[in-house]
């Protein structure tokens, strides 16, 4: 056997069993602390509101900059990882989280909480996540698809207890103890983290993905280096705005988003979308308060969209994977998202627990759909091997909208007294976005229909929507060095 052949089969071994089947628990127990964490926040916002004498849009960017900067926060992660490893970036992302809550509860004004909570919790739950997510690629070949399907049961779970504990502990002592205990059990990232040792050669070195060809400037100043000249400047400078240019491509893939038509519809989709999409997490909490819903019965209702995702979500993927849905999967998601848009309306008729109930079990099979479908049909619509740059691309943008999305709507309700505002915005912007994308997709279709009938020697390849193979790799190949994920 080959020393190349030697190599892969000792990965493999290392693969798929004993220790992965751990490393995926840490996974679960990472995606419920981080992607959970932000669906309790709703709990807190009445008291944070007294507290600061804050408005509802000065309110709501804390937890807009944390979300955003959990999801915007994709490149960074992706960088760290290929430098340090993911168990390094795990454990840092623990260390950051921890720390943020527990100086949040010595906050003494609203600005301070964006920092700390925000900014610096929201980045290491982007660094803990991502990592996360990434390090199952090196643990799972054959079994992939299946251990990234049991870790997405996290998010579920966390939605689910983590706005039971925190009403729990709320009433008990406050938020600022509260906040200081979050501190506590978010430090737990890091010993997932450690949980997370790197796959073992025989020889002992830590499986490592193959590393980039240099690249030409690089190696030209390494050759005048050695030789004991300096870079000309101009080269240097030249040089550098190279490097800077393949890191932006390789992480920021605007390139296809300039050829690729369907990429470029459906990433402007969902970042219209994401502007209405997180609303009612943040909302819903305090609409349910003021209109004299029990604040333990309020935060039930973000407990029970968590707890149908569950068990739905999983379906949900199953069922799009069926090949009746072969090449039609972004109408699928088109279809989630209008279910989004119309349920809202729900809570416009009335502020009934009962009838809010109802909204959240809609609401919740809807976000199920969203959910299992995102990242399916990004990959359906872009080749494999730039799904990770493409990836980047889509977060970011994504990021800047769920970013001010909550509060421009919080300002709408500061001037117009009305709640309801909220669901009216929501609605707006999640039917909008579906029917954009739908119908962009049929026309597309259509258009390409007409070329080939036509049979115009043009190179469609671009343009057009199709599916794309994902195929498992085999256990001779490496997975991929950074893939990072995120969930809506």
């Known amino acids: ?17 004993g220790w992965a089947w751990m490393v995926l628990l840490a996974a679960v127990l990472l995606q419920g602390l981080t992607l959970g964490f932000p669906s309790c926040i709703g709990v807190f916002f009445t008291d944070l509101q007294h507290d600061f004498q804050a408005s509802n849009s000065e309110t709501s960017w804390f937890p807009s900059i944390m979300v955003a900067v959990l999801h915007g926060g994709g490149p960074l992660c992706s960088i760290l990882v290929k430098r340090f490893g993911c168990r390094f970036a795990v454990m840092l992302g623990g260390l950051l989280s921890g720390v943020g809550m527990v100086s949040s509860s010595f906050c003494k004004s609203i600005s301070q909480l964006y920092l700390t909570a925000g900014f610096i919790t929201g980045l290491g739950s982007c660094f803990s996540f991502q990592a996360g997510v990434t390090v199952l690629g090196y643990y799972f070949v054959r079994w992939r698809t299946l251990a990234n399907a049991i870790a997405s049961t996290g998010v579920s779970l966390g939605f689910t207890l983590w706005p039971l504990l925190s009403q729990y502990l709320l009433d008990e002592m406050g938020w600022r103890n509260t906040f200081l205990i979050f501190g506590g059990i978010l430090l737990n990232c890091c010993v997932c983290g450690a949980i997370m040792r790197p796959v073992q ?3 002992g070195s830590p499986l490592q993905s193959p590393e980039p060809a240099e690249e030409p400037g690089r190696r030209a100043e390494g050759a005048q280096l050695s030789n004991g000249t300096s870079p000309h400047p101009e080269l240097q400078q030249q040089t550098s705005r190279t490097a800077c240019f393949q890191l932006l491509q390789k992480y ?13 519809i459906y990433t402007i989709g969902v970042t219209w979308m994401m502007m209405g999409f997180a609303l009612p997490h943040v909302y819903l909490v305090p609409y349910a308060i003021q209109n004299g819903v029990e604040e333990r019965r309020a935060a039930l209702l973000i407990s029970v969209i968590g707890f149908i995702n569950i068990f739905i979500r999983p379906l949900t993927g199953l069922l799009s994977g069926h090949r009746v849905f072969t090449g039609r999967r972004i ?22 627990f009962s009838v809010l109930i109802i909204y959240c079990v809609i609401l919740s099979i809807a976000m199920s759909g969203v959910g299992a479908l995102t990242f399916q049909v990004l990959m359906d619509v872009v080749e494999m091997d730039r799904f990770s ?14 970013l001010i999305g909550p509060p421009l709507t919080g300002l709408l309700v500061d001037i117009t007294s009305d709640f309801h505002y909220v669901f009216y915005n929501s609605s707006f912007f999640l039917i909008s976005a579906a029917l954009f994308m739908g119908l962009s997709f049929c026309a597309l279709e259509k258009k390409n229909k007409l070329e080939e009938a036509s049979k115009v020697p043009l190179d469609t390849s671009r343009y057009q929507y199709k599916e794309v193979p994902t195929e498992v790799q085999s256990e001779s190949q ?11």
Do not use: R, W
């Open 252 to 264: 920021l893939a605007f390139d296809i988003f300039c050829q690729n038509k369907g990429y470029q």
């Open 1 to 17: 056997m080959s020393p190349g052949g030697a190599v892969a089969h000792e990965a493999a071994k290392a693969q798929d069993q």
């Open 389 to 402: 740059s493409a990836l980047g691309l889509f977060t970011v943008l994504e990021s800047i909208t769920l």
């Open 478 to 488: 490496s997975p991929p060095a950074v893939v990072y994920i995120t969930s809506v």
């Open 201 to 203: 050669l025989t020889s």
């Open 331 to 352: 109408y699928l998601f088109s279809l989630a998202v209008l279910l989004c848009g119309l349920s809202n309306f729900i809570c416009v008729i009335s502020a009934e």
